[in-house]
């Protein structure tokens, strides 16, 4: 990857292509690119030859004098790592590193030449693409991302760390989430296809953590049947702390599917929700209109920054982190305009420590490259310190449930996994499966560890009484 000036690299918007080189028919793209072959434990098995149109830097890995250096120098940077990780590395030779035992996660080495030669170029970008391309294998791939989440402040010798803004790619100018850019990020994820997200998500097609009742059990064993119930849980919670009853006059920054605009019109509010996919805004009016909420609801395809009018309530879930860092101030300064006295905000936003969001606020990651393009994820002293600085909102209550947000992305990658064939037959192919699932277990993998969390935080303008 070249860092940013004239050459910048992206990932195209996998779909789109995929359907012009099909002749704009999806099962024609299937028959020709979608693998109809699976490891043995349900993933899609990456195929022999990878199309270098779909996928440019995956095709093929780097190759070059250059590369070659430095794939050595990382393989033996990750060989270094990885022989005191809680995990097994197995290579092709019959080397075995790491210090996991039976039953642990395992990482099997396909192409380890190819490996080291995507990660020496890449970094944590060439984690991905490698397993996309099919050069490592895992069993329990959220296993084996979860450990290198636990210890990635120590993965990279400290002197390195220093260097790492000299040898890491920067974000491409057009992914910066300026307002001529942001309608761009978002449609290259959530425009792929409602069919895709159905395919995963639950009835309430909603896209982000659930909250499960006590009563349901363990979060580890919570069975798919209760998803949607738990999904329908944190929307009421939501709307419960913003105070959303008959005759509120609602903002929704983020419309997803149109559940929560659903829900806080059956409580008689009148809602203005704003979304930058029109794959979304499509679906959410015609539930929202198969429900008998016409009336009630308003889906407009608009950014946040041109609303305009007055909300007795703000409710935003999962929408700070496709923002982007340098708009925060801006996110919550519309929000404080258009808010009414007395007026109540309830936000959920997937976080992370403090300390690993200012090392990495300008990283460019695999997840920017391949999934959300523009996004950044705060930390509650981040948005405590912006509000604070830029607003008159203050947060009042927060709740962490980040283990809530590893079961949920447990349910939707076993769905993913039961329905591949259905995937493929959208016009998905094997690579992009893989990819997917990549995403999928490395969220949670995030969960798992504590490395990242998820919070509901609810602000208003009530003085601080002394």
Known sequence: ???????????????????DNAGGKVSDLAATHFAAAWTATGVPASPATIDPELWPEVA???????????????????KGAVKRLPLRVEYPDGTVLGTGGAGGPVMVMVRAEAFEARIGDNGLIGLGESFMAGDWEASDLAGVLEVFAASVDTLIPAPLQKLRALYLPRTPRQERNAEQNTRSNISRHYDLSNELFSTFLDSTMSYSSALFPLETGPLSAVAWEVLAEAQQAKIERLLDKAGVGAGTRLLEIGTGWGELALRAAARGAIVYSVTLSSEQQALAQERIAAAGYADQVTVALQDYRAVEGEYDAVVSVEMIEAVGYEYWPIYFQTIDRVLAPGGKVAIQAITMPHGRMLATRNAYTWVHKYIFPGGFLPSVRAIEGVTQQHTTLRVRERMGMGDHYAATLRLWEERFLERSREVGEQGFDAVFQRMWLFYLCYSRAGFQSGYLDVQQIVLDRREVQL
């Open 1 to 19: 990857m070249t860092l940013i000036d004239d050459n910048e690299t992206t990932a195209a918007p996998v779909l789109a292509i995929a359907r």
């Open 60 to 78: 093929q890995p780097p190759s070059g004098a250059k590369a070659a250096v430095a794939g050595k120098a990382a393989g033996l940077l990750f």
